[in-house]
């Protein structure tokens, strides 16, 4: 089973960044436990603060993979782009958040993209994306 993982602006520097909402590990090593948890899933990992090459990237697996686990950062609240692009792929996609937006600013309250996707994980740190994986891993 191939999972990818796709992350959006801002979330390269996970660990850095606003360590009391997004904590203080990098995503690199929480991948890194991801995969050793999961030794029979291929998961490959793609982060972009670019809009186009995050949808380049749901282009290029968005027929192939299992799974796409998408955490779109800022996107998440102004993309009608990515929106459009996980409604024209095969491959199911699930919206992670880190934190749990709907305790934050208002502006983040709103997803364009979550009616595109198969589910909504958020509020559960970086182990959002462990839910994420076992969603794509029990099919749903």
Same mark, same amino acid.
Do not use: C, H, M, W
């Given at each position: 089973m191939k999972i990818?993982? =796709?992350? &959006?602006?801002?979330?390269?520097l996970l660990g850095k960044r606003e360590p009391g909402i997004y904590g203080s590990s990098s995503f690199g090593d929480y991948l890194e436990e991801l995969k050793a948890?999961?030794?029979?899933?291929?998961?490959?990992?793609?982060?972009?603060? =670019?809009? &186009?090459?995050?949808?380049?990237?749901m282009h290029e697996v968005g027929f192939s993979a299992d799974g796409i686990v998408l955490n779109a950062g800022a996107y998440t609240h102004t993309s009608v782009a990515l929106h459009d692009c996980?409604?024209?792929?095969?491959?199911?996609? =699930?919206e992670v958040h880190i934190s749990n937006v709907h305790q934050r600013e208002q502006f983040r309250h709103h997803s364009m993209i979550s009616s595109a996707c198969r589910g909504v994980i958020c509020?559960?740190?970086?182990?959002?994306?462990?839910?994420?994986?076992?969603?794509i891993k029990a099919g749903l």
């Open positions: 990818q993982i =796709i992350n &959006g602006p801002n979330l390269n948890k999961y030794p029979e899933l291929d998961i490959d990992y793609y982060q972009s603060n =670019i809009e &186009g090459e995050l949808i380049d990237k996980i409604r024209a792929i095969s491959t199911p996609v =699930i509020g559960f740190g970086l182990d959002s994306y462990r839910l994420a994986v076992e969603a």
